[in-house]
């Protein structure tokens, strides 16, 4: 299995501007998680799914933020309109059921917005 | 990614040794820990983890102890390598819900 794929791996953007983070979670898992890592905050769950459905979003700082998971196979991570302080690096993880803490990580999406 | 936190603590030791790296963990009603390491520009990857009804555990070249009267969680690396360089974080879930600690940066030096 290729693991966890996110795309884009850098994005570049303007204040103002829409940006679409995307994930391939691995096969056969159940959870899909979305967390960002700052300097100053270190590593936040943003959002999990569970079979597809969303079941926490607590920590989606604001309503700029928005996730989806149409299928078992996508999500993406969508900032509108999006802001210097969302500048980070955005991971997407995945797990299965029972091993729900044992979680995969992508390589990360580094944002940053000018 | 971004793991140099502020006051991210370091532990800097020679190849070869023994590497302790600790957490305290603040939700008492967690029922299982995970410790991930974090190489520059990768995502975490988990290395071991633990539930609550043990106290230890062991893995290849890591041990993983857990005192849950002071709520305190330590990985210990045997014969550090290079490699093992990175950000270390430990973990905790209580309610479907992974939370993780500040990281430790671990430098291993030749």
């Known amino acids: 299995d290729a693991g966890v794929i996110q795309s884009p791996r850098h994005e570049v953007t303007e204040m103002g501007q829409e940006v679409t983070l995307r994930c391939k979670p691995i096969s056969g898992h159940d959870y899909l998680f979305w967390y960002r890592q700052t300097m100053m905050r270190g590593l936040e769950l943003l959002i999990y799914?569970?079979?597809?459905?969303?079941?926490?979003d607590s920590g989606m700082p604001e309503d700029r933020f928005s996730a989806k998971m149409p299928n078992a196979s996508f999500s993406t991570l969508k900032i509108q309109p999006s802001e210097p302080r969302d500048s980070a690096v955005y991971f997407c993880?995945?797990?299965?059921?029972?091993?729900?803490?044992?979680?995969?990580f992508g390589p990360g999406t580094r944002l940053t917005v000018t | 990614g971004e793991n140099v936190g502020l006051h991210l603590p370091t532990l800097s030791v020679q190849e070869g040794d023994n590497s302790i790296i600790n957490c305290a963990y603040s939700n008492s009603a967690s029922d299982y820990f995970i410790w991930y390491k974090q190489e520059s520009g990768k995502g975490p990857q988990f290395i071991i983890d633990?539930?609550?009804?043990?106290d230890k555990r062991q893995g290849q070249r890591v041990t993983v102890l857990l005192n849950k009267t002071v709520k305190h969680l330590s990985l210990q690396i045997a014969a550090t390598q290079p490699g093992d360089s990175a950000v270390y974080f430990c973990a905790e879930t209580g309610f479907q819900k992974l939370v993780f600690g500040t990281g430790t940066r671990l430098l291993v030096s030749p």
């Open positions: 633990i539930r609550s009804n043990m």
């Open positions: 799914f569970n079979n597809n459905v969303p079941i926490d």
């Open positions: 993880a995945s797990s299965i059921l029972r091993y729900m803490g044992e979680q995969y």
